[in-house]
Protein backbone atom coordinates (compact mmCIF):
# COMPACT_ATOMS: atom_id res chain seq x y z
CA UNK A 1 0.00 0.00 0.00
CA UNK A 2 3.03 2.39 1.05
CA UNK A 3 4.29 2.15 -2.40
CA UNK A 4 1.59 2.05 -4.02
CA UNK A 5 0.64 5.57 -2.70
CA UNK A 6 4.12 6.46 -3.13
CA UNK A 7 3.80 5.61 -6.69
CA UNK A 8 0.97 8.20 -7.29
CA UNK A 9 2.03 10.51 -4.46
CA UNK A 10 -1.51 9.80 -2.76
CA UNK A 11 -2.82 7.32 -0.43
CA UNK A 12 -3.67 9.09 3.64
CA UNK A 13 -2.49 12.31 2.64
CA UNK A 14 -1.58 13.26 6.20
CA UNK A 15 -0.22 10.28 7.05
CA UNK A 16 2.57 10.14 3.70
CA UNK A 17 3.74 13.98 4.78
CA UNK A 18 4.04 12.94 8.32
CA UNK A 19 6.54 9.87 7.79
CA UNK A 20 8.47 12.09 4.78
CA UNK A 21 9.43 14.20 7.70
CA UNK A 22 10.12 11.79 10.28
CA UNK A 23 12.16 10.50 8.00
CA UNK A 24 14.12 13.66 7.04
CA UNK A 25 14.65 13.74 11.17
CA UNK A 26 16.64 10.62 11.18
CA UNK A 27 17.99 11.63 7.99
CA UNK A 28 19.65 14.85 9.57
CA UNK A 29 20.08 12.85 12.99
CA UNK A 30 17.91 14.13 14.50
CA UNK A 31 16.16 11.13 16.24
CA UNK A 32 16.29 12.80 19.77
CA UNK A 33 13.31 15.29 18.59
CA UNK A 34 9.60 14.65 19.74
CA UNK A 35 7.95 11.87 17.92
CA UNK A 36 4.54 12.74 15.90
CA UNK A 37 2.14 11.06 18.14
CA UNK A 38 -0.60 11.49 15.28
CA UNK A 39 -0.28 8.59 13.28
CA UNK A 40 -2.40 7.03 10.18
CA UNK A 41 -3.96 3.53 10.18
CA UNK A 42 -1.27 2.74 8.18
CA UNK A 43 1.53 3.76 11.02
CA UNK A 44 -0.12 2.26 13.79
CA UNK A 45 0.67 -1.44 13.17
CA UNK A 46 3.91 -0.29 14.60
CA UNK A 47 7.58 -0.03 12.34
CA UNK A 48 9.27 3.02 10.09
CA UNK A 49 9.73 3.38 7.05
CA UNK A 50 11.97 0.87 5.68
CA UNK A 51 14.68 1.12 3.24
CA UNK A 52 11.82 -0.68 0.42
CA UNK A 53 9.94 1.71 0.95
CA UNK A 54 12.33 4.95 0.24
CA UNK A 55 13.22 3.32 -2.45
CA UNK A 56 9.58 3.04 -3.66
CA UNK A 57 9.92 6.62 -3.25
CA UNK A 58 12.10 7.04 -6.27
CA UNK A 59 10.64 4.77 -8.36
CA UNK A 60 8.21 8.30 -9.34
CA UNK A 61 11.70 9.68 -10.67
CA UNK A 62 12.61 7.29 -13.50
CA UNK A 63 15.70 6.74 -12.16
CA UNK A 64 17.38 3.83 -9.54
CA UNK A 65 17.75 4.56 -5.92
CA UNK A 66 20.58 5.57 -4.59
CA UNK A 67 22.17 3.78 -1.18
CA UNK A 68 20.43 5.07 1.68
CA UNK A 69 23.53 6.25 2.48
CA UNK A 70 23.75 8.67 0.00
CA UNK A 71 21.06 10.53 0.79
CA UNK A 72 21.61 13.59 2.37
CA UNK A 73 20.01 15.50 4.98
CA UNK A 74 17.71 18.11 3.21
CA UNK A 75 16.68 14.66 0.47
CA UNK A 76 13.52 14.90 -0.16
CA UNK A 77 11.07 12.93 -2.82
CA UNK A 78 9.98 14.53 -6.15
CA UNK A 79 7.31 16.42 -5.94
CA UNK A 80 3.99 13.67 -6.14
CA UNK A 81 0.59 14.47 -7.45
CA UNK A 82 -1.16 14.79 -3.63
CA UNK A 83 1.14 17.56 -3.73
CA UNK A 84 -1.03 19.80 -6.53
CA UNK A 85 -4.09 21.76 -5.41
CA UNK A 86 -6.78 19.69 -5.61
CA UNK A 87 -8.60 22.16 -7.71
CA UNK A 88 -5.67 21.01 -9.95
CA UNK A 89 -6.18 17.79 -9.79
CA UNK A 90 -9.79 18.19 -11.42
CA UNK A 91 -8.72 19.68 -14.03
CA UNK A 92 -5.68 17.16 -15.19
CA UNK A 93 -8.48 14.13 -14.39
CA UNK A 94 -11.32 16.08 -16.33
CA UNK A 95 -8.94 16.14 -19.36
CA UNK A 96 -8.83 12.52 -19.46
CA UNK A 97 -11.04 10.19 -21.40
CA UNK A 98 -14.08 9.57 -19.53
CA UNK A 99 -13.55 5.43 -20.71
CA UNK A 100 -10.07 6.01 -18.45
CA UNK A 101 -11.63 7.33 -15.18
CA UNK A 102 -12.52 4.38 -13.55
CA UNK A 103 -9.79 3.09 -13.51
CA UNK A 104 -7.88 6.03 -12.22
CA UNK A 105 -10.48 6.14 -9.23
CA UNK A 106 -9.39 2.32 -8.53
CA UNK A 107 -5.96 3.34 -7.83
CA UNK A 108 -6.55 5.37 -4.26
CA UNK A 109 -9.05 6.30 -2.01
CA UNK A 110 -7.81 9.86 -2.74
CA UNK A 111 -8.22 9.63 -6.49
CA UNK A 112 -11.53 8.20 -6.32
CA UNK A 113 -12.79 11.23 -3.67
CA UNK A 114 -11.40 13.54 -6.12
CA UNK A 115 -13.44 11.83 -9.13
CA UNK A 116 -16.84 12.32 -7.35
CA UNK A 117 -16.19 15.92 -7.91
CA UNK A 118 -19.14 16.73 -10.71
CA UNK A 119 -17.30 19.00 -12.46
CA UNK A 120 -15.07 16.34 -14.21
CA UNK A 121 -18.18 14.32 -15.45
CA UNK A 122 -19.88 17.19 -17.07
CA UNK A 123 -16.52 18.27 -18.82
CA UNK A 124 -16.62 15.14 -20.19
CA UNK A 125 -19.83 14.94 -21.23
CA UNK A 126 -19.52 18.08 -22.60
CA UNK A 127 -16.49 17.57 -24.57
CA UNK A 128 -17.58 13.89 -25.48
CA UNK A 129 -20.94 14.03 -26.33
CA UNK A 130 -21.61 18.09 -26.59
CA UNK A 131 -23.91 18.16 -23.69
CA UNK A 132 -24.59 21.40 -22.43
CA UNK A 133 -27.34 21.72 -20.27
CA UNK A 134 -26.68 22.30 -16.74
CA UNK A 135 -28.65 19.97 -14.22
CA UNK A 136 -28.61 22.22 -11.40
CA UNK A 137 -30.17 25.11 -13.72
CA UNK A 138 -32.99 23.04 -15.23
CA UNK A 139 -33.99 23.08 -11.85
CA UNK A 140 -33.71 27.09 -11.15
CA UNK A 141 -35.60 27.49 -14.31
CA UNK A 142 -38.21 25.22 -13.98
CA UNK A 143 -41.33 25.20 -16.02
CA UNK A 144 -39.75 27.04 -18.79
CA UNK A 145 -37.10 24.44 -19.79
CA UNK A 146 -39.46 21.77 -19.04
CA UNK A 147 -41.65 23.27 -21.67
CA UNK A 148 -38.30 23.36 -24.19
CA UNK A 149 -37.77 19.31 -23.67
CA UNK A 150 -41.77 18.75 -24.28
CA UNK A 151 -42.33 20.33 -27.04
CA UNK A 152 -39.02 19.46 -28.43
CA UNK A 153 -39.87 15.85 -27.91
CA UNK A 154 -43.67 15.35 -28.57
CA UNK A 155 -45.95 18.29 -29.31
CA UNK A 156 -48.89 17.11 -28.85
CA UNK A 157 -48.39 16.66 -24.79
CA UNK A 158 -49.28 18.91 -22.50
CA UNK A 159 -45.96 20.42 -20.00
CA UNK A 160 -48.09 19.20 -16.87
CA UNK A 161 -48.10 15.82 -18.21
CA UNK A 162 -44.59 15.32 -19.50
CA UNK A 163 -43.07 17.00 -16.27
CA UNK A 164 -44.49 13.97 -14.12
CA UNK A 165 -42.36 11.85 -16.25
CA UNK A 166 -39.49 13.72 -16.49
CA UNK A 167 -36.15 12.63 -14.26
CA UNK A 168 -35.62 14.51 -10.71
CA UNK A 169 -32.13 16.26 -11.90
CA UNK A 170 -32.01 18.09 -8.47
CA UNK A 171 -30.58 15.10 -6.91
CA UNK A 172 -28.77 13.47 -10.73
CA UNK A 173 -25.10 13.77 -11.09
CA UNK A 174 -22.91 14.05 -14.39
CA UNK A 175 -21.20 10.91 -13.35
CA UNK A 176 -24.32 9.00 -13.52
CA UNK A 177 -25.03 10.93 -16.79
CA UNK A 178 -22.06 9.60 -18.34
CA UNK A 179 -21.40 6.45 -16.82
CA UNK A 180 -25.05 5.19 -16.90
CA UNK A 181 -26.82 7.06 -19.85
CA UNK A 182 -23.61 8.20 -22.47
CA UNK A 183 -21.17 5.36 -21.97
CA UNK A 184 -24.03 2.53 -21.91
CA UNK A 185 -25.69 3.32 -25.35
CA UNK A 186 -22.11 5.13 -26.94
CA UNK A 187 -22.80 2.13 -29.62
CA UNK A 188 -26.36 3.15 -30.97
CA UNK A 189 -25.27 6.74 -31.88
CA UNK A 190 -25.01 7.65 -35.71
CA UNK A 191 -27.00 7.14 -38.91
CA UNK A 192 -28.66 3.83 -39.21
CA UNK A 193 -31.29 2.39 -41.76
CA UNK A 194 -34.46 0.31 -40.06
CA UNK A 195 -35.25 -2.96 -41.70
CA UNK A 196 -38.88 -2.05 -42.93
CA UNK A 197 -39.17 -3.96 -45.99
CA UNK A 198 -38.64 -2.34 -48.94
CA UNK A 199 -39.14 0.76 -47.59
CA UNK A 200 -35.97 1.01 -45.37
CA UNK A 201 -35.30 4.83 -43.78
CA UNK A 202 -32.66 6.81 -42.13
CA UNK A 203 -32.64 7.13 -38.42
CA UNK A 204 -30.18 9.44 -36.50
CA UNK A 205 -29.54 8.79 -32.97
CA UNK A 206 -28.07 11.08 -31.03
CA UNK A 207 -27.42 13.09 -27.38
CA UNK A 208 -30.01 15.35 -27.61
CA UNK A 209 -30.23 17.64 -24.29
CA UNK A 210 -30.10 15.08 -21.35
CA UNK A 211 -31.92 12.53 -23.42
CA UNK A 212 -30.65 10.46 -26.17
CA UNK A 213 -33.39 10.27 -29.11
CA UNK A 214 -33.40 8.66 -31.96
CA UNK A 215 -34.76 10.99 -35.20
CA UNK A 216 -36.84 9.44 -37.78
CA UNK A 217 -35.77 11.73 -41.08
CA UNK A 218 -38.36 12.10 -43.66
CA UNK A 219 -37.89 13.51 -47.06
CA UNK A 220 -40.25 16.78 -47.51
CA UNK A 221 -43.72 16.28 -49.10
CA UNK A 222 -44.04 15.20 -52.72
CA UNK A 223 -42.93 16.98 -54.69
CA UNK A 224 -40.97 20.03 -53.12
CA UNK A 225 -37.93 18.39 -53.28
CA UNK A 226 -35.99 21.82 -52.15
CA UNK A 227 -37.50 22.15 -48.99
CA UNK A 228 -35.68 21.20 -45.46
CA UNK A 229 -36.07 17.58 -44.25
CA UNK A 230 -38.59 16.41 -41.44
CA UNK A 231 -37.95 14.53 -38.65
CA UNK A 232 -39.96 12.97 -35.58
CA UNK A 233 -38.87 10.78 -32.55
CA UNK A 234 -39.26 6.93 -32.80
CA UNK A 235 -37.25 6.73 -28.75
CA UNK A 236 -35.46 8.02 -26.39
CA UNK A 237 -33.30 7.42 -23.45
CA UNK A 238 -32.85 9.09 -20.16
CA UNK A 239 -32.54 8.75 -16.53
CA UNK A 240 -35.42 8.69 -14.58
CA UNK A 241 -33.20 7.74 -11.35
CA UNK A 242 -30.08 7.57 -10.66
CA UNK A 243 -28.20 4.40 -12.29
CA UNK A 244 -31.24 3.75 -14.00
CA UNK A 245 -31.84 4.26 -17.65
CA UNK A 246 -34.83 4.21 -19.27
CA UNK A 247 -36.00 3.40 -22.71
CA UNK A 248 -39.38 5.26 -23.84
CA UNK A 249 -40.94 4.47 -27.31
CA UNK A 250 -42.18 7.78 -28.86
CA UNK A 251 -44.14 6.18 -31.92
CA UNK A 252 -47.89 6.84 -31.68
CA UNK A 253 -50.13 9.79 -30.31
CA UNK A 254 -50.80 9.15 -26.71
CA UNK A 255 -46.90 10.41 -25.45
CA UNK A 256 -43.87 7.94 -24.18
CA UNK A 257 -44.38 5.06 -23.01
CA UNK A 258 -42.21 1.44 -22.21
CA UNK A 259 -39.99 0.48 -24.47
CA UNK A 260 -36.78 -1.41 -24.90
CA UNK A 261 -33.72 -1.66 -26.86
CA UNK A 262 -30.89 -4.68 -27.09
CA UNK A 263 -27.56 -4.25 -28.99
CA UNK A 264 -27.48 -7.09 -31.24
CA UNK A 265 -24.16 -7.23 -32.25
CA UNK A 266 -21.59 -4.61 -33.61
CA UNK A 267 -23.40 -2.04 -36.08
CA UNK A 268 -26.91 -3.81 -35.16
CA UNK A 269 -29.73 -2.83 -32.77
CA UNK A 270 -33.02 -3.79 -32.09
CA UNK A 271 -35.92 -1.56 -30.52
CA UNK A 272 -39.29 -2.72 -28.97
CA UNK A 273 -42.04 -1.35 -27.57
CA UNK A 274 -43.80 -2.87 -24.70
CA UNK A 275 -47.59 -1.00 -24.99
CA UNK A 276 -47.87 -1.05 -28.55
CA UNK A 277 -51.85 -0.06 -27.21
CA UNK A 278 -50.19 3.85 -27.35
CA UNK A 279 -50.19 3.60 -30.99
CA UNK A 280 -53.78 2.68 -31.73
CA UNK A 281 -56.57 5.82 -32.01
CA UNK A 282 -59.81 5.83 -30.88
CA UNK A 283 -61.39 6.17 -34.13
CA UNK A 284 -60.01 2.80 -35.53
CA UNK A 285 -57.85 2.13 -38.50
CA UNK A 286 -59.35 4.21 -40.72
CA UNK A 287 -58.27 7.41 -38.13
CA UNK A 288 -55.16 6.13 -37.82
CA UNK A 289 -54.55 6.11 -42.32
CA UNK A 290 -55.84 9.21 -42.13
CA UNK A 291 -53.21 10.97 -39.90
CA UNK A 292 -50.39 8.99 -41.45
CA UNK A 293 -51.17 10.50 -44.83
CA UNK A 294 -51.61 13.94 -43.49
CA UNK A 295 -47.88 13.22 -41.46
CA UNK A 296 -46.49 11.18 -44.31
CA UNK A 297 -47.84 13.11 -47.44
CA UNK A 298 -49.40 16.43 -46.19
CA UNK A 299 -52.10 15.64 -47.93
CA UNK A 300 -55.73 13.55 -47.58
CA UNK A 301 -57.09 10.87 -49.75
CA UNK A 302 -58.94 12.66 -51.35
CA UNK A 303 -56.47 15.14 -52.92
CA UNK A 304 -55.20 12.06 -54.75
CA UNK A 305 -57.03 11.35 -57.46
CA UNK A 306 -54.32 8.83 -59.22
CA UNK A 307 -55.74 5.51 -58.82
CA UNK A 308 -52.22 3.99 -58.72
CA UNK A 309 -51.01 6.17 -56.45
CA UNK A 310 -53.72 5.82 -53.85
CA UNK A 311 -52.51 2.03 -54.05
CA UNK A 312 -48.83 2.53 -53.05
CA UNK A 313 -49.93 5.10 -50.15
CA UNK A 314 -52.42 2.37 -48.78
CA UNK A 315 -50.08 -0.57 -49.13
CA UNK A 316 -46.90 1.34 -47.52
CA UNK A 317 -49.39 2.31 -44.41
CA UNK A 318 -50.56 -1.42 -43.89
CA UNK A 319 -46.57 -2.60 -44.50
CA UNK A 320 -45.43 -0.18 -42.07
CA UNK A 321 -47.91 -0.13 -39.82
CA UNK A 322 -47.77 -3.51 -38.19
CA UNK A 323 -43.95 -3.44 -37.31
CA UNK A 324 -45.33 -0.86 -34.55
CA UNK A 325 -41.88 0.68 -33.95
CA UNK A 326 -40.30 -3.10 -32.99
CA UNK A 327 -37.30 -3.14 -35.64
CA UNK A 328 -34.02 -3.68 -36.49
CA UNK A 329 -31.57 -1.39 -37.46
CA UNK A 330 -28.11 -1.72 -39.08
CA UNK A 331 -25.72 1.01 -39.38
CA UNK A 332 -24.65 3.04 -42.54
CA UNK A 333 -21.93 5.74 -43.26
CA UNK A 334 -21.78 8.35 -44.48
CA UNK A 335 -19.47 8.27 -48.05
CA UNK A 336 -15.96 9.39 -47.56
CA UNK A 337 -14.86 12.58 -49.66
CA UNK A 338 -11.64 12.87 -52.18
CA UNK A 339 -10.21 16.43 -53.80
CA UNK A 340 -11.16 14.64 -57.07
CA UNK A 341 -14.26 14.22 -56.59
CA UNK A 342 -17.33 15.84 -58.91
CA UNK A 343 -19.38 17.11 -56.22
CA UNK A 344 -19.22 16.79 -52.57
CA UNK A 345 -20.80 12.99 -51.79
CA UNK A 346 -23.53 12.38 -49.49
CA UNK A 347 -26.98 12.10 -48.72
CA UNK A 348 -29.58 13.59 -51.39
CA UNK A 349 -34.00 13.18 -51.82
CA UNK A 350 -34.77 12.88 -54.87
CA UNK A 351 -38.49 12.59 -56.99
CA UNK A 352 -39.23 9.11 -58.05
CA UNK A 353 -42.46 9.47 -59.63
CA UNK A 354 -45.91 8.19 -57.90
CA UNK A 355 -43.53 6.78 -54.90
CA UNK A 356 -43.15 10.35 -53.55
CA UNK A 357 -39.34 11.10 -52.58
CA UNK A 358 -36.70 9.27 -51.31
CA UNK A 359 -33.47 9.15 -50.33
CA UNK A 360 -30.83 8.25 -52.12
CA UNK A 361 -26.86 8.49 -50.87
CA UNK A 362 -24.18 9.31 -53.89
CA UNK A 363 -20.60 7.88 -53.64
CA UNK A 364 -17.82 8.29 -56.13
CA UNK A 365 -15.46 4.96 -57.09
CA UNK A 366 -12.82 6.02 -59.18
CA UNK A 367 -14.35 6.44 -62.74
CA UNK A 368 -17.88 5.59 -61.50
CA UNK A 369 -20.46 7.71 -59.49
CA UNK A 370 -23.52 5.60 -57.72
CA UNK A 371 -26.52 6.33 -56.26
CA UNK A 372 -27.85 4.08 -53.36
CA UNK A 373 -31.64 3.99 -52.25
CA UNK A 374 -31.45 4.42 -48.26
CA UNK A 375 -35.16 4.81 -48.22
CA UNK A 376 -37.38 2.56 -51.22
CA UNK A 377 -40.30 1.20 -52.46
CA UNK A 378 -41.64 -1.78 -53.71
CA UNK A 379 -40.17 -1.72 -57.03
CA UNK A 380 -36.72 -0.79 -56.08
CA UNK A 381 -35.86 -1.47 -52.33
CA UNK A 382 -33.78 0.28 -49.85
CA UNK A 383 -30.29 -0.65 -50.50
CA UNK A 384 -30.06 -1.21 -53.82
CA UNK A 385 -28.40 1.01 -56.64
CA UNK A 386 -30.66 3.38 -58.37
CA UNK A 387 -28.29 4.98 -60.64
CA UNK A 388 -25.05 4.62 -61.98
CA UNK A 389 -22.63 7.26 -63.72
CA UNK A 390 -20.03 6.97 -65.67
CA UNK A 391 -17.71 9.95 -65.33
CA UNK A 392 -15.55 8.68 -68.28
CA UNK A 393 -18.18 9.10 -71.05
CA UNK A 394 -19.64 13.06 -70.86
CA UNK A 395 -22.08 14.12 -73.08
CA UNK A 396 -21.92 16.96 -74.81
CA UNK A 397 -25.98 18.18 -75.22
CA UNK A 398 -27.09 19.82 -78.76
CA UNK A 399 -28.43 23.12 -78.75
CA UNK A 400 -31.20 24.30 -76.90
CA UNK A 401 -33.69 23.87 -79.88
CA UNK A 402 -32.49 20.22 -80.55
CA UNK A 403 -32.36 19.48 -76.74
CA UNK A 404 -36.25 19.48 -76.94
CA UNK A 405 -36.36 16.65 -79.33
CA UNK A 406 -36.37 13.66 -77.57
CA UNK A 407 -35.54 11.30 -80.26
CA UNK A 408 -32.05 13.98 -80.34
CA UNK A 409 -31.15 12.91 -77.17
CA UNK A 410 -31.76 9.51 -77.73
CA UNK A 411 -29.94 8.78 -80.43
CA UNK A 412 -26.86 10.87 -78.52
CA UNK A 413 -27.10 8.76 -75.34
CA UNK A 414 -27.61 5.58 -77.26
CA UNK A 415 -24.49 5.86 -79.43
CA UNK A 416 -22.38 6.58 -75.98
CA UNK A 417 -24.23 3.24 -74.40
CA UNK A 418 -23.04 1.25 -77.70
CA UNK A 419 -19.62 2.97 -77.22
CA UNK A 420 -19.44 1.62 -73.82
CA UNK A 421 -20.42 -1.46 -74.45
CA UNK A 422 -17.67 -2.22 -77.07
CA UNK A 423 -14.94 -1.07 -74.67
CA UNK A 424 -16.47 -3.56 -71.84
CA UNK A 425 -16.18 -6.27 -74.83
CA UNK A 426 -12.76 -5.75 -75.57
CA UNK A 427 -11.65 -4.56 -72.39
CA UNK A 428 -12.54 -8.54 -71.72
CA UNK A 429 -11.20 -9.87 -74.80
CA UNK A 430 -7.75 -8.36 -74.10
CA UNK A 431 -8.37 -9.58 -70.15
CA UNK A 432 -8.88 -13.00 -71.79
CA UNK A 433 -5.80 -13.15 -73.82
CA UNK A 434 -3.58 -11.74 -71.68
CA UNK A 435 -4.76 -14.32 -68.92
CA UNK A 436 -3.82 -17.66 -71.84
CA UNK A 437 -0.62 -15.91 -73.14
CA UNK A 438 1.30 -14.74 -69.86
CA UNK A 439 2.01 -17.49 -67.51
CA UNK A 440 0.49 -16.72 -63.75
CA UNK A 441 4.36 -16.05 -62.34
CA UNK A 442 5.27 -14.01 -64.96
CA UNK A 443 5.53 -10.50 -62.65
CA UNK A 444 6.93 -8.52 -65.24
CA UNK A 445 4.40 -9.13 -67.84
CA UNK A 446 1.48 -8.34 -65.62
CA UNK A 447 2.70 -4.86 -64.93
CA UNK A 448 1.64 -3.48 -68.13
CA UNK A 449 -1.61 -4.64 -67.97
CA UNK A 450 -1.60 -3.02 -63.95
CA UNK A 451 -0.35 0.47 -65.05
CA UNK A 452 -2.95 0.29 -68.56
CA UNK A 453 -5.72 0.38 -65.96
CA UNK A 454 -4.19 2.68 -64.00
CA UNK A 455 -3.65 4.64 -66.91
CA UNK A 456 -7.28 4.48 -67.95
CA UNK A 457 -8.54 5.19 -64.79
CA UNK A 458 -6.23 8.46 -64.95
CA UNK A 459 -6.93 9.57 -68.56
CA UNK A 460 -10.90 8.77 -67.72
CA UNK A 461 -10.57 11.44 -64.44
CA UNK A 462 -8.28 13.07 -66.83
CA UNK A 463 -11.36 13.63 -69.79
CA UNK A 464 -13.65 14.29 -67.07
CA UNK A 465 -12.05 17.34 -65.97
CA UNK A 466 -10.71 18.15 -69.02
CA UNK A 467 -14.38 18.17 -69.99
CA UNK A 468 -15.53 20.49 -67.62
CA UNK A 469 -12.30 23.30 -67.76
CA UNK A 470 -13.47 23.00 -71.66
CA UNK A 471 -17.05 23.29 -70.96
CA UNK A 472 -19.02 26.71 -70.06
CA UNK A 473 -19.49 27.31 -66.24
CA UNK A 474 -22.93 27.05 -67.55
CA UNK A 475 -24.78 25.68 -70.14
CA UNK A 476 -28.98 26.11 -71.03
CA UNK A 477 -30.90 22.81 -70.10
CA UNK A 478 -34.91 21.89 -70.86
CA UNK A 479 -35.98 18.92 -70.62
CA UNK A 480 -37.15 17.45 -73.96
CA UNK A 481 -40.78 17.33 -74.69
CA UNK A 482 -42.68 13.93 -73.60
CA UNK A 483 -40.28 13.21 -70.84
CA UNK A 484 -41.89 13.37 -67.33
CA UNK A 485 -41.13 15.27 -64.01
CA UNK A 486 -42.65 15.36 -60.78
CA UNK A 487 -41.03 18.72 -59.91
CA UNK A 488 -41.17 21.78 -63.23
CA UNK A 489 -39.39 23.69 -60.98
CA UNK A 490 -36.03 22.30 -62.14
CA UNK A 491 -32.89 24.52 -62.78
CA UNK A 492 -32.52 25.57 -66.71
CA UNK A 493 -28.97 25.68 -66.84
CA UNK A 494 -26.50 22.79 -65.81
CA UNK A 495 -23.01 22.50 -65.61
CA UNK A 496 -21.95 19.44 -67.52
CA UNK A 497 -23.84 15.81 -68.27
CA UNK A 498 -22.74 12.26 -68.15
CA UNK A 499 -23.61 8.78 -69.88
CA UNK A 500 -25.48 6.66 -67.33
CA UNK A 501 -27.95 3.95 -66.16
CA UNK A 502 -30.66 3.47 -64.11
CA UNK A 503 -32.14 0.64 -62.81
CA UNK A 504 -35.63 -0.39 -62.97
CA UNK A 505 -38.41 -3.30 -61.95
CA UNK A 506 -41.53 -4.55 -62.14
CA UNK A 507 -43.45 -4.77 -58.80
CA UNK A 508 -41.53 -6.81 -55.99
CA UNK A 509 -38.31 -5.88 -57.76
CA UNK A 510 -39.30 -8.35 -60.58
CA UNK A 511 -37.21 -8.46 -63.79
CA UNK A 512 -34.68 -5.99 -62.86
CA UNK A 513 -32.56 -3.95 -65.57
CA UNK A 514 -30.36 -1.87 -65.75
CA UNK A 515 -31.49 1.15 -68.80
CA UNK A 516 -29.31 4.31 -70.55
CA UNK A 517 -30.23 7.27 -68.97
CA UNK A 518 -28.35 10.75 -68.43
CA UNK A 519 -26.68 12.41 -65.49
CA UNK A 520 -27.19 15.87 -65.04
CA UNK A 521 -25.21 18.02 -62.89
CA UNK A 522 -26.98 21.53 -62.25
CA UNK A 523 -24.59 22.78 -59.20
CA UNK A 524 -23.17 21.58 -55.87
CA UNK A 525 -26.15 20.65 -54.29
CA UNK A 526 -28.41 19.50 -57.63
CA UNK A 527 -28.37 17.04 -59.72
CA UNK A 528 -31.13 15.33 -61.97
CA UNK A 529 -31.23 11.63 -63.89
CA UNK A 530 -33.32 11.40 -67.15
CA UNK A 531 -34.68 7.56 -67.51
CA UNK A 532 -34.76 7.48 -71.41
CA UNK A 533 -36.72 3.58 -71.08
CA UNK A 534 -39.30 5.33 -68.83
CA UNK A 535 -39.30 9.20 -70.22
CA UNK A 536 -39.22 10.38 -66.64
CA UNK A 537 -36.93 12.91 -64.76
CA UNK A 538 -35.69 12.30 -61.36
CA UNK A 539 -34.00 15.78 -59.58
CA UNK A 540 -32.16 15.21 -56.37
CA UNK A 541 -31.47 17.77 -54.06
CA UNK A 542 -28.67 17.66 -50.91
CA UNK A 543 -30.21 16.87 -47.52
CA UNK A 544 -28.75 20.10 -45.32
CA UNK A 545 -28.13 17.88 -42.27
CA UNK A 546 -24.66 17.94 -40.22
CA UNK A 547 -24.93 14.38 -38.59
CA UNK A 548 -22.58 13.22 -35.94
CA UNK A 549 -21.00 9.95 -35.76
CA UNK A 550 -21.60 9.05 -39.47
CA UNK A 551 -17.89 9.17 -41.08
CA UNK A 552 -16.72 5.65 -41.73
CA UNK A 553 -13.72 4.36 -39.96
CA UNK A 554 -11.67 4.04 -43.70
CA UNK A 555 -13.02 3.32 -47.06
CA UNK A 556 -13.17 0.03 -47.03
CA UNK A 557 -15.85 0.31 -44.21
CA UNK A 558 -17.77 1.95 -46.49
CA UNK A 559 -17.25 -0.05 -49.57
CA UNK A 560 -18.40 -3.42 -47.21
CA UNK A 561 -21.39 -1.15 -45.68
CA UNK A 562 -22.98 -0.76 -49.34
CA UNK A 563 -22.37 -4.53 -50.05
CA UNK A 564 -24.29 -5.16 -46.73
CA UNK A 565 -26.95 -3.43 -47.86
CA UNK A 566 -27.60 -3.99 -50.87
CA UNK A 567 -27.44 -8.34 -50.19
CA UNK A 568 -29.84 -7.21 -47.73
CA UNK A 569 -32.19 -5.77 -50.07
CA UNK A 570 -31.72 -8.66 -52.61
Known sequence: MAVCARLCGVGPARGCRRRGAAREQRRG????????????????????????????????????????????????????????????????????????????????????????????????????????????????????????????INPRVKSGRFMKILPDYEHMEYRDVYTCLLHRYRHILGLWQPDIGPYGGLLNVVVDGLFIIGWMYLPPHDPHVDD??????????????????????????????????????????????????????????????????????????EDIFHEHMQELILMKFIYTSQYDNCLTYRRIYLPPSSPDDLIKPGLFKGTYGSHGLEIVMLSFHGKKAKGTKITGDPNIPAGQQTVEIDLAHPLQLPDIENL???????????????????????????????????????????KPLGGEGAEGEETAAGAAGTTQDKAPASQPFVLPMGVISRNEDY????????????????????????????????????????????????????????????????????????????????
Open 29 to 152: GAGDSEPDTDTDPEEAGGGGATEDEEAAERIEGGRPAPHPAEAGPAGRAPLSLLELPPELLVQIFGSLPGTDLPSLARVCTTFRRILRTDTIWRRRCREEYGVCENLRKLEITGVSCRDVYAKR
Open 228 to 301: PMRFKPLFRIHLMERKCATVECMYGHKGPHNGHIQIVKKDEFSTKCNQTDHHRMSGGRQEEFRTWLREEWGRTL
Open 404 to 446: RDFSELSRIVLEVQEQVRREEQEQEHQQEEEDCSQPAASQPAA
Open 491 to 570: PRTCRICFYGTGLIAGHGFTSPERTPGVFVLFDDDRFGFIWLELKSFSLYSRIKVSFQNAEAPSREAFDEMLKNIQSLAT
